[in-house]
């Protein structure tokens, strides 16, 4: 049982150029639109495209004090890349969930096998791997991975649909009513991996 009663911390971790900001910005934008107090720690790596990139966000009812999610307490982790999610295991708290892609972004010679990778993140109670590949061509939409994630991420946070659906409009609007629709959609998507 998820408990919204106390602060939540959430890390979303992936690479350069795959859209973890977006996804970052997403959460904060909720959150703040939901009436909590948010925080989120620096981005690492931004800068260099295929570098990690990592965001912490902490929110809660009442002030929060700093935006760094401590070792092992971590409540939600939105891994937008799976080497970067095994990265961040560490730091969930024993009940956490963890959603994340399933679609690796191979990105140094030495990268380790992904099926091995894989496993890792499914040995751990609580994780939702997606295929995100798979999303994005029934959608027929190549960036509807991220947004996917996000929608099954919902579930675990304390922030009403019309919320979310409110600051993807807000987000994607200066690029068309076409993109937010299909973002909307990506999202609806994604829901389903947590809903049963």
Not at 18 to 33: D, H, R
Not at 73 to 92: H, K, V
Not at 159 to 172: G, Q, S
Request: aromatic share 6%; charged share 20%.
């Amino acid at each position: 049982m998820v408990d919204f009663n106390k602060p939540k911390s959430v890390i979303i971790a992936g690479v350069g150029g795959q859209g973890a900001i977006t996804v970052a910005q997403l959460v904060l934008s909720a959150a703040w639109k939901s009436g909590y107090y948010v925080l989120q720690s620096e981005v690492h790596g931004m800068s260099q495209r295929g570098g990690e990139v990592n965001a912490q966000i902490i929110f809660d009812k009442v002030p929060v004090t700093s935006p760094v999610v401590t070792q092992g307490e971590a409540d939600l982790l939105i891994g937008i890349e799976p080497l970067e999610t095994l990265r961040y295991l560490s730091q969930m708290s024993k009940d956490a969930n963890i959603i994340a892609s399933s679609e690796p972004v191979i990105n140094m010679d030495n990268y380790p096998k992904i099926e091995i990778i894989l496993e890792k993140i499914k040995s751990v109670e609580g994780a939702v791997l997606i295929d995100t590949l798979k999303a994005a061509k029934e959608l027929n939409n190549k960036h509807a991975g991220n947004i996917c994630i996000l929608g099954a991420a919902s579930k675990f946070l304390p922030i009403d649909n019309e919320v979310w659906e409110a600051v993807i409009r807000e987000r994607f609007e200066s690029k068309g009513e076409e993109v937010v629709m299909s973002n909307i959609k990506a999202f609806q998507y994604g829901k389903k991996f947590t809903e049963a």
